[in-house]
């Protein structure tokens, strides 16, 4: 489906691309199409936070919001040096996806601030997130645009965040915001929900390609919040685990790791090799002869350079963005098995969903109960892209853009827009 392009693409270009390919598969009409291809709304911001030396710094951000037909706005808040307001706006693209997909009645949104929180203070970074909260106030809020934590945001600054917004509405409002700490609203079960979310994809797809999980071999790109939970649940699955790797490296055992032992040396800072299990390299991981290959750690990881190599049956995107267009061609044509990213790592933004129903309710659900509607939305949602798939003879990737575009579509025509 995607044209070939330039590896190097700006990320805006490419989402703007990838809506022209399935809009034109759809048939959409030019005006849906222009609408599509660039957020409603971008909001520049610049504001002054106190330094812990007494000196003044202006940040700089930004909040895109692509659409809001469906209902209101949702995505993530990342802080990093290298955040720009093309990234933003191609980001909160593939959010409006991502929630069409799994039918969520979101639309898509993401924003960021231009700071290294490695470098500041807690009193700085407490300051930067209110600042930043503040002044995007005026357009956010629990029927408007609800954020999210992101690459460098967490539970604590969704917390500051969250106070700063209720002060200036003088009302608790904890449906601003989701993935709070448990205590201001947050959700049970959010913390797995994207790796659990997405082991639920792997068990659907895998019987699709008609392979058991029951001694399936994984390897795992990344142990981080996502990748060490996939290798938990996917190891309770009966999977062997033969490899995984973080930034420092990777290790392999063919008769599968002890991945309690991995989880606890990550705990422990200490690196993954150790215990027996030896050293491989880290790309080498990527090429691995197993049955699912898990990305779970940045951006294109897999390109045209080693996509030819890739021997794995079924790719599930865990991270966003692990293939280029590029490499996800050449694995399509290798018949790879690729579960892509706005329905493999959507469990994450669909316990954010419940998150906020909860809140809205002031009601809030056991563990069980969330992880079993976790289990309703990605099965289904599987089953819905992977029948598109088939009716129209093409891959899990385009099928869920469809999907998804057809939904924003049809709300963008009931409300007349076009
Ligand atoms: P994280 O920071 O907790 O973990 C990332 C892991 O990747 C770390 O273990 C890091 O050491 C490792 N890593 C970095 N560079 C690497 C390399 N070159 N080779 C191997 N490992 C490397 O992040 P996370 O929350 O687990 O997110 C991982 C991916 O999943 C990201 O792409 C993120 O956007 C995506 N994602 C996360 C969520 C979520 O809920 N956390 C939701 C949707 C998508």
Redesign the pocket.
């Given at each position: 489906m995607w044209k070939r392009m330039s590896e190097s693409l700006n990320p805006y270009e490419i989402a703007q691309r990838q809506i022209e390919a399935a809009a034109e598969k759809l048939n959409l009409n030019q005006g849906i199409v222009e609408i599509l291809k660039r957020p409603l709304r971008v909001l520049t911001v610049s504001f002054p936070v106190k330094m812990d030396d007494g000196s003044i710094q202006v940040f700089e951000g930004f909040r895109s919001q692509h659409n809001d037909a469906i209902g209101p706005a949702k995505g993530g808040i990342r802080f990093h040096p290298s955040v720009t307001m093309d990234e933003v706006k191609a980001l909160s693209m593939w959010m409006s996806v991502k929630c069409g997909v799994v039918g969520l009645p979101y639309g898509g949104a993401k924003g960021g601030v231009i700071c290294d929180p490695r470098k500041l203070s807690e009193g700085e970074l407490e300051r930067v997130s209110r600042g930043f909260m503040e002044a995007i106030s005026q357009i956010v809020g629990p029927d408007k645009d609800i954020p999210a934590p992101d690459?460098y945001t967490n539970p604590k600054i969704m917390g500051w965040m969250m106070d700063t917004f209720s002060r200036l509405n003088h009302k608790f409002s904890p449906g601003v915001i989701t993935g709070k700490p448990l205590i201001l609203g947050g959700s049970k079960g959010r913390n797995e929900?994207?790796a659990r979310g997405c082991v639920f994809t792997i068990v659907e797809a895998m019987k699709e390609i008609g392979k058991p999980m029951q001694g399936a071999t994984v390897a795992i790109?990344?142990?981080?919040?996502?990748?060490r939970i996939s290798a938990r649940l996917l190891h309770e699955r009966g999977c062997k685990i033969v490899a995984v790797?973080?930034?420092n490296g990777a290790v392999y055992d063919s008769n599968g790791l002890d991945v309690a032992k991995l989880e606890q040396r990550k705990d422990a800072r200490l690196p993954l090799d150790g215990d027996g299990a030896s050293k491989i390299g880290?790309n080498e991981l990527l090429e691995l002869e197993v049955d699912i290959l898990l990305p779970?750690?940045?951006?294109n990881a897999i390109t045209s350079e080693n996509a030819g190599r890739i021997k794995a049956s079924i790719i599930a995107e865990?991270?966003?963005g692990p293939l280029t267009p590029d490499a996800d061609e050449i694995v399509n044509e290798k018949g790879i098995l690729v579960i892509p990213d706005i329905l493999a790592?959507s469990g994450?933004v669909t316990v954010s969903y419940f998150e906020w129903v909860q809140n809205l309710m002031n009601y809030y659900w056991s563990e069980e109960e969330v992880n079993g509607k976790l289990a309703d939305v990605m099965i289904r949602s599987f089953h819905e892209v992977n029948q598109l798939a088939k009716q129209h003879n093409t891959n899990l990737r385009t099928a869920a853009y469809m999907i998804s575009l057809q939904r924003i579509a049809e709300a963008m025509k009931a409300r007349g827009w076009v």
């Open positions: 690459v929900s994207t790109q990344g142990f981080g919040n996502v990748g790797s973080d930034s880290q779970a750690a940045l951006e865990a991270a966003n790592n994450g």
